[in-house]
Nanobody, 130 residues
Framework: VQLQASGGGLVQPGGSLRLSCAAS????????VGWFRQAPGKEREGVLV??????????YYADSVKGRFIIHKPNANNTVYLQMDDLKPEDTGVYYC??????????????????????RGQGTQVTVSS
């Protein structure tokens, strides 16, 4: 299984980016998929900013990105996208996707993937700076 994240870059505050997570060896329609953000100097695990379920496509977001980010999973090309609008400097970090036959839900207001996904891709750098 391979997950490949792409689409990062340098953007000014208020700008937009669209990240892509392309999978091989795993059918994303049957998987829960999450996007993690590893902030500069922080551990690899990072913060789960958004996830989407496999069953009905329900989506969940961290409070810090709610209303600005949209995760979606078109059925055509085994890819999950994270549309990021109105970006802020605190959104800076390495974003990577993770997937598995797991559940995505809210736990005390924050999105979680349970059990921990086995498959994680390399990240893509997002830098928000003027």
């Amino acid at each position: 299984v391979q997950l490949q994240a792409s689409g990062g870059g340098l953007v000014q505050p208020g700008g937009s980016l669209r990240l892509s997570c392309a999978a091989s060896g795993l059918i994303l329609d049957w998987s829960a998929v999450g996007w993690f953000r590893q902030a500069p100097g922080k551990e690899r695990e990072g913060v789960l900013v958004s996830c989407i379920t496999s069953v009905d496509g329900s989506t969940y977001y961290a409070d810090s990105v709610k209303g600005r980010f949209i995760i979606h999973k078109p059925n055509a090309n085994n890819t999950v996208y994270l549309q990021m609008d109105d970006l802020k400097p605190e959104d800076t970090g390495v974003y990577y996707c993770a997937a598995d036959y797991a559940a995505c839900a809210l736990d005390r207001g924050a999105p979680v993937l349970k059990p921990d996904p086995r498959y994680r891709g390399q990240g893509t750098q997002v830098t928000v700076s003027s």
